[in-house]
């Protein structure tokens, strides 16, 4: 139980390419869906939290412009990357969590490589 | 915001000797803390989390305990394997909101 499944795992664009991620949780409605973005070799910063239906909330530091993030439904939250330039290359990983105090389970991540 | 510390940042222990991990919080209202296993290129794996109203859970080879004065919790990891070698995470909640702020990470190397 508890998968949650993120696409796509590889991106390399062209600078200037707006991307965007999903994040699906397959065997449970997640309440709460976190962004987080990871550096190699670094630790997992958080980036954003959304909620069903409501507008997420950043971190701070994180551009909310830049890094637009939807959850539309219980199973599933979008980032999408705007305009994106080399700076933004990163591994993106998503997690959900179910209604009240539970773990996150992660999705696999997102490798994004701008050139 | 909480802020989590852990230590050390690598530790290479022989295969079958014991590993233990440190980390500490800074917000003495949270009140869960996950240990997250991550293998290069792959997604934090939950291995083991424990809650403020228990000082010790065990699960096989591994095991945390929280110790809620002080402030700090940690992964004690007994008989290790070569498959145990990976980046391992520890992560406070933010007490109301319920995100999760990761430690450093400790990259653990079993030697055969």
């Known amino acids: 139980g508890a998968v949650v499944s993120q696409h796509p795992s590889r991106v390399i664009c062209k600078s200037g390419t707006s991307v965007k991620i999903e994040c699906r949780s397959l065997?449970?409605?997640?309440?709460?869906m976190f962004w987080y973005r990871q550096f190699p070799k670094k630790s997992l910063m958080l980036m954003a939290t959304?909620?069903?239906?409501?507008?997420?909330?950043?971190e701070q530091g994180v551009e909310k412009d830049k890094f637009l993030i939807n959850h539309a439904s219980l199973t599933l939250s979008t980032l999408t990357v705007t305009s994106a330039h080399p700076e933004d290359s990163s591994f993106y990983i998503c997690?959900?969590?179910?209604?009240?105090?539970?773990?996150?389970?992660f999705g696999d991540g997102t490798r994004l490589s701008i050139l | 915001g909480e802020n989590v510390e852990q230590h050390p940042s690598t530790l290479s222990v022989q295969e079958g000797d014991s590993a233990v991990i440190k980390c500490t919080y800074s917000?003495?209202?949270?009140?869960?803390f996950p240990w997250y296993k991550q293998e290069l290129g792959k997604r934090p794996q939950l291995i083991i989390d424990?809650?403020?109203?228990?000082g010790e859970k065990k699960d096989q080879r591994i095991a945390v305990t929280l110790n809620k004065t002080a402030k700090h919790f940690s992964l004690h990891i007994t008989e290790t394997q070569p498959e145990d070698s990976a980046v391992y995470f520890c992560?406070?909640?933010?007490?109301?909101?319920?995100?999760?702020?990761f430690g450093t990470g400790t990259r653990l190397t079993v030697i055969p």
């Open positions: 997690s959900a969590r179910g209604t009240g105090v539970q773990p996150q389970h």
């Open positions: 065997d449970f409605q997640a309440t709460t």
């Open positions: 959304s909620n069903e239906g409501s507008k997420a909330t950043y």
């Open positions: 917000d003495s209202a949270s009140n869960y």
């Open positions: 424990i809650r403020s109203n228990v």
């Open positions: 992560a406070g909640d933010q007490t109301g909101a319920n995100n999760l702020f």
